[in-house]
Structures are given as structure tokens and as C-alpha cells.
Nanobody, 118 residues
Framework: QVQLVESGGGLVQTGGSLRLSCAAS????????MGWFRQAPGKEREFVAR????????NYADSVKGRFTISRDNAKNTVYLQMNSLKPEDTAVYYC???????????WGQGTQVTVSS
């Protein structure tokens, strides 16, 4: 089992940057595929990015491709989401999640609010 705690959210102007962090407990962090999701008010939760256990493989939603970068440091049990060129439509609660390959995301953090002002 793993517990996830996000941090780094906040208020930023359009075009600004934020770096989200997700710290994981447990000794098996490097076994998990890690993902970032977000949920805007009145909308469904949506996929943002994911990274393989080794960090070699990444995938992004089209809406964030080229602006966001996911990375991980297995020695620190932490996954990051670097968000650049932020837009008002990026405003949402951002969640990190963990899963084993071929399975659903089983573990979720509590979320961190990102607000981009126009």
C-alpha cells in the first residue's frame, strides 16, 4: 500500500509556472506507474500525465503536451509535475495516483489546488 501527498499548488498568472510534487510512503514506490489527474469545477476528472516505474516512459494529455513535464525521483519517493505556460483552463484540483501495470489506479492523493488567473 502507498500513501500519496501532493504539494506545490497555488495561484499563478497566465503564462506562469508551478511545480507540483507528490510524496509517496512505502518501500515499493519504484514499482508503481505514477499519474497526474485534474478535476475542474463541474467537470469530470481527467488524465494529465503518467510516467513509468523507471521514468523512461511518459504520456501526456494533448491539452498539456509541450507545456507540462512529469518526472520522478525513486530515491526520494517523489513524482513531479512541472507546469509551464499555464492557462486559465488549467485551473483545477490536481491529484497524483499510483498503479501497477495493467491495473487501475488504486491509490490517490488528497489533491492540490491550482488556480490560473487571466
Amino acid at each position: 500500500q502507498v500513501q500519496l501527498v501532493e504539494s506545490g499548488g497555488g495561484l499563478v498568472q497566465t503564462g506562469g509556472s508551478l511545480r507540483l510534487s507528490c510524496a509517496a510512503s512505502g518501500r515499493t514506490f519504484s514499482s508503481y506507474i505514477m499519474g497526474w489527474f485534474r478535476q475542474a469545477p463541474g467537470k469530470e476528472r481527467e488524465f494529465v500525465a503518467r510516467i513509468s516505474w523507471s521514468g523512461d516512459g511518459t504520456n501526456y494529455a494533448d491539452s498539456v503536451k509541450g507545456r507540462f513535464t512529469i518526472s520522478r525521483d525513486n530515491a526520494k519517493n517523489t513524482v513531479y509535475l512541472q507546469m509551464n505556460s499555464l492557462k486559465p483552463e488549467d485551473t483545477a484540483v490536481y491529484y497524483c495516483a499510483a498503479k501497477f501495470p495493467l491495473m487501475e489506479y488504486s491509490y490517490w492523493g488528497q489533491g492540490t489546488q491550482v488556480t490560473v488567473s487571466s
